[in-house]
């Protein structure tokens, strides 16, 4: 094995071959001649990757990596570590993008005398894009040809696969991966939130072609923004700051200045002097040591010291501070920020002065952490350069709960979660009201939506801005004839709900069939095997939580990452979660085909001249089968497809039990409406018996 050859783990090989971890556990045990552990501990061996890769052609169960697999797994097990890995892939990158026809020189030599003139190239490139090193604390330092050496096959890699999908479609993909991998170790900005703040800026009567991000994190608030002409980012963790940088660079064009820093924002301000069109900031929240005792004259603070249990008020200031008169802020808050009594003077001198503009709620799910509604507060710096100065000057309220989770025909969904925003809607309902309170007509009141209100109304002790707090009600649900409506069509299922009960069952002992397992039908050619999760392009995706919940497909595919075609679900798939423990199938219909495979779901694609598909989902459900092809971690429960068991019967058999596990799905499908249409008869019953719309009859 070669020196510093890169390493994987057991869920790197379950990720190479396409099994469960289990799977690689049983190769151990089974296969005297599996590649021994090169490092890791007792409990998490790693072993070498070429004689992983070797040992599963051998088998028969990997005809070869693909690159993109094979570039992720020299990342992440890279001798250094994966943060600085992808910081040498994304320079190599960067030069690769800046500088095509100077590649293939440097990569003609051999290991060691590529990594010394890669230095050399990679310094002047960087120079180029970020300045000189010695200046400002650039982000990205150059790394020295022994940094590099350990990284040259890897570059080798990257740029291959970047001659097929792209300089930035790569590094996106790489970077995506690792944090995919460590998804406790960063907060994220999701990408429709980014664009929503993103596009809060831009709708002002000056673009923002200046814009700051003090807290930038992953860089995905500044790569959300259209045309910008500089780019400022500074960000404490100096591995993700380079990383920031990197992504910002291959983002952008040459015109498009750049400048990423590493330091505390609150305490050491990198950009002291800039007067930015816009500021975009996800700050951290909760932070009692952001430096109140340290900064307690800085001249920051124009509206006021805020407590140190108020660190989002001292980043809402640093951000005023860092604007042009007349300059946009948009920034992610805590709920709480709004309403808390230590914050109160703060705010009110905020609305006092036109600063703060709109407070919006976001609904749960927009944004770790994910149970909260998160809110943005959109500010504007005073001054004579500002387009609005009113006499009476308002606040605009505007709150997106209603529009986060549209289920189909209307109904509440049973089911929430991050992977159901609409965020389409929710950006309309919110670019909507911000538009026309901007306008020379403010916004009007919209049950349960937004509102502009006067700020002399909240004025008051406490100063409380939470939107839900000054919103009139939601009017019963849509009003007493959408309850009327509600009724009626619970009525109508709980009615085929009744007819759909299955009759009295006629109890047999236990049958002996003979058995098969996927895996095996899936060698045999009955069935195909596939795994969602990858893809780009445009069009529904259907997630684990339309099938756990018998909804449409909520998803969609991201429009940016390597070119790679998704797996479309076709009329008679069954389609099965992996995680969660729980028993589930659900066979897809004419309504749901052509929707994407979402990621942690399983598709099998039954012959159906072998396989009858509800005979099969039917099966597949059974809470015994679900038990042993089920294996357990400290956190979750996965799914192992290929283990669960069929009986072998004819295919008429399989049909006769197809059709009686089509009747119990109706079924099920009808209980499940009728919970949803029932909770939301009963709130909005309560709704409306609270605010007069109902009598008490």
């Keep these: 094995m070669p020196e510093n050859s890169t390493e994987v783990t057991a869920a790197g090989i379950a990720r190479l071959a396409g099994v469960g971890r289990a799977a690689v556990s049983n190769w151990r045990r089974r296969h005297a001649d599996f590649p021994k552990p090169v490092g890791g501990t007792e409990t998490s061996p790693s072993f070498a990757l070429p004689e992983v890769e070797q040992w599963l052609r051998d088998q028969g169960k990997l005809a070869e990596v693909p690159l993109r697999e094979r570039v992720w797994q020299q990342v992440a097990g890279h001798p250094a570590g994966a943060v600085p890995a992808l910081v040498h892939a994304g320079c190599a990158l960067l030069l690769l993008r800046t500088s095509p026809r100077a590649w293939p020189e440097i990569t003609a030599v051999s290991d060691e005398g590529m990594a010394g003139v890669l230095s050399l190239a990679v310094d002047k490139v960087l ?25 040259v096959p890897l570059l080798r890699a990257a740029a291959e696969l970047a001659a097929g999908t792209g300089a930035r479609e790569t590094f996106e993909f790489l970077l995506g991966r690792q944090l995919d991998a460590n998804p406790r170790q960063y907060t994220l900005t999701p990408p429709g939130l980014a664009e929503l ?7 002002g009567e000056r673009p923002a072609r200046t814009v700051l991000d003090p807290a930038a994190g992953t860089g995905a608030l500044l790569r959300a923004v259209a045309s910008p002409a500089a780019l400022y980012a500074q960000e404490a963790d100096p591995d993700l700051a380079a990383l920031t940088a990197l992504r910002l660079a291959l983002n952008t064009g040459p015109d498009c200045a750049l400048a990423a820093r590493t330091a505390d924002t609150l305490r050491a301000d990198a950009f002291p002097q800039l007067a930015a069109d816009a500021v975009l900031c996800h700050p951290p929240f909760n932070e009692r040591n952001w430096g109140h005792d340290e900064l307690a004259y ?38 709480a920020a709004a309403s808390r009594r230590s914050g109160r003077r703060i705010r009110a001198d905020l609305l006092r002065r036109g600063a703060l503009r709109a407070v919006i709620a976001l609904p749960a799910g927009a944004a770790p952490p994910y149970g909260i509604p998160l809110h943005l507060w959109v500010l504007r710096k005073p001054g004579s350069g500002s387009p609005t100065s009113p006499a009476s000057p308002e606040l605009l309220l505007v709150d997106t709960a209603e529009t986060a989770e549209p289920a189909p025909g209307g109904q509440v969904s049973a089911t929430g979660g991050r992977d159901r925003l609409d965020w389409q809607a929710v950006q309309g309902a919110v670019l909507d009201a911000w538009q026309a309170f901007e306008g020379a007509a403010p916004a009007g009141a919209r049950p349960g939506a937004g509102r502009a209100v006067p700020v002399i109304e909240l004025l008051d002790d406490d100063v409380d801005l939470a939107p839900a707090r000054h919103l009139p009600p939601p009017a019963a649900a849509g009003g007493p004839g959408e309850l009327i409506r509600v009724r009626e069509r ?6 085929r709900a009744g007819a759909l009960t299955p009759p009295a069952v006629t109890l047999t002992d236990p049958a002996h069939w003979p058995l098969t397992t996927v895996g095996e039908l899936a060698r045999a050619g009955a069935l195909q095997l596939r795994s969602g999760g990858s893809g780009t392009g445009h069009g529904p995706v259907l997630t684990e939580h339309d099938v756990l919940g018998s909804t449409a ?78 294996s357990y971690a400290s956190t979750a429960t996965r799914l192992d497809a290929r283990r ?54």
């Design 127 to 151: 120079t180029t894009r970020f300045g000189p090193a010695a200046e400002g604390g650039r982000a990205v330092h150059t790394p020295s040809p022994a940094e590099l050496l350990p990284s």
């Design 644 to 697: 669960l068991q069929l009986p072998r019967l004819p295919l008429a058999e399989q049909q006769r039990y197809g059709e009686r596990f089509r009747a119990l799905a109706e079924f099920e499908d009808a209980l499940r409406l009728a919970g949803r249409l029932g909770g939301q008869l009963v709130q909005g019953m309560y709704d409306g018996l609270t605010d007069g719309t109902v009598a008490p009859k």
């Design 553 to 630: 497909p909520s998803g969609s595919l991201p429009a940016d990452g390597p070119a790679e075609e998704p797996v479309l679900v076709e009329p008679g798939d069954v389609v099965v979660p992996v995680l969660g423990g729980g028993s589930a199938a659900r066979v897809i219909d004419d309504a749901t085909a052509g929707a994407a495979l979402g990621r942690n779901l399983q598709l099998l694609r039954p012959d159906p001249a072998a396989l009858d598909p509800w005979f099969l989902a039917g099966f597949l459900r059974g809470t015994a089968n679900n038990r042993q092809a089920s």
């Design 197 to 203: 703040m993103a596009a809060l800026v831009e709708t």
């Design 298 to 335: 800085d001249p920051r603070w124009e509206y006021g010291f805020p407590a140190r249990t108020e660190s989002e008020l001292a980043w809402v200031q640093h951000a005023l501070a860092h604007l042009r008169e007349g300059g946009t802020a948009v920034l992610l808050m805590p709920p």
């Design 490 to 495: 619970l009525a109508e299922t709980l009615g």
